[in-house]
């Protein structure tokens, strides 16, 4: 039977599928309408389309390290309440984002989409995403994925708030051992609770160094005490507080928040860890994700969505 525009318009207005999940549909069942809706269904593309216009900016970030350590991922699946963000079933199913990701070579989140659901391989990611849209009935979405790879060391994780921080840290050592896996879970702690931009000063971008220069040059500019002194003054006064700045931003140059005597930089208590511990031991990277992060968050709350839907 020769499926029409009309048939396709038809199954749409139905499920809400996209145009041409409705025409796959209608071809593989011959144009039999009950059946398509059912095989659009079984691919879990029936309703979700109609939520994807929906904000999705709740969820959770969630890690998964590998066994031996070397490996691991962190990953950000939003959701649009946190209600739903707290159900099991999602929480399992970002799990398995996880599980996905970390053995994943998608350079990008179309190619990760695009690549055979591993514990279905009859979907995608995208149709596995489409199907859990459907069972959960919230617009959903995986936004990113960080992997780290550390074949010297380890890579340890950290979830803050059930998930609204997910942090890897990279360690790079010759001794694992209980105090130096310490080490790394405060430091993951630290990345999560003061939010720093890179690991060291050699990271910073030049952009943003450049940047942050004229905001300062700018804020001596105004500063009356500033006023009639000579330019080495002034160049000395902008480089001090640039050095300030970065101590802010890169992680290993903050003062240590569990430091004793509210001075010890991570530099120097990771140094303390390594020398007490006879270890060569350098943190080289991290990754930080923060549960919508940037993103536009619904205003309304639960009773105006009740109201809308009885008004309807």
């Known amino acids: 039977m020769a499926v029409t525009a009309a048939m396709v318009k038809e199954l749409r ?3 809400g599928a996209g145009m041409m999940d ?3 549909a209608l071809s593989a069942t011959s144009g039999n309408m009950d059946e398509a809706v059912e095989f659009l269904r079984k691919k879990g593309l029936a309703g979700a389309q109609k939520k994807a216009g929906r904000i999705a900016a709740e969820g959770i970030a969630d890690t ?3 066994e031996d350590g070397h490996d691991a991922v962190v990953v950000e699946v ?3 309440t946190d209600f739903v963000a707290k159900n099991e079933k999602f929480r399992n199913y970002v799990h398995e984002v996880a599980e996905q990701a970390l053995k994943t070579k998608a350079a990008d989140m179309d190619a990760f989409f695009a690549e055979k659901w591993e514990k279905d391989p009859t979907m995608t990611v995208k149709e596995k995403l489409s199907s859990m849209i459907s069972v959960i009935g919230e617009n959903m979405n995986i936004r990113r994925f960080k992997q780290i790879h550390e074949p ?3 890579v340890q994780s950290y979830i803050h708030a059930g998930g609204k921080i997910g942090v890897l840290v990279d360690v790079e050592t010759d001794v694992v051992n209980d105090a130096v896996k310490e080490m790394a879970k405060n430091a ?3 990345v999560a609770a003061l939010k720093p931009l890179y690991t060291c000063d050699a990271e910073v971008d030049k952009e943003f160094l450049e940047k942050e220069k004229t905001i300062l040059a700018a804020q001596i500019a105004n500063d ?3 006023a009639g002194k000579p330019d080495k003054v002034i160049q000395g006064a902008l480089q001090g ?5 970065l101590k802010e931003f890169c992680l290993l140059d903050q003062v240590y928040v569990k430091a004793e005597d509210g001075k010890q930089s991570v530099q120097q208590y990771v140094d303390s860890v390594a020398k007490a511990n006879g270890a060569k031991i350098a943190i080289k990277g991290f990754a930080r994700f923060e549960t919508g992060e940037g993103m536009e968050h619904r205003s309304e709350n639960f009773a105006e969505e009740v109201a809308k839907q009885v008004q309807q």
Do not use: I, W, Y
């Not at 507080?241 to 700045?245: G, P, T």
């Open 78 to 80: 939003n959701a649009e």
């Open 188 to 190: 993951a702690m630290q």
């Open 22 to 24: 409705c025409k796959k």
């Open 152 to 154: 010297n060391g380890f």
């Open 241 to 245: 507080r640039l050095k300030k700045e």
């Open 64 to 66: 998964l390290v590998s």
């Open 224 to 226: 009356p005490k500033m």
């Open 13 to 15: 207005e139905m499920t």
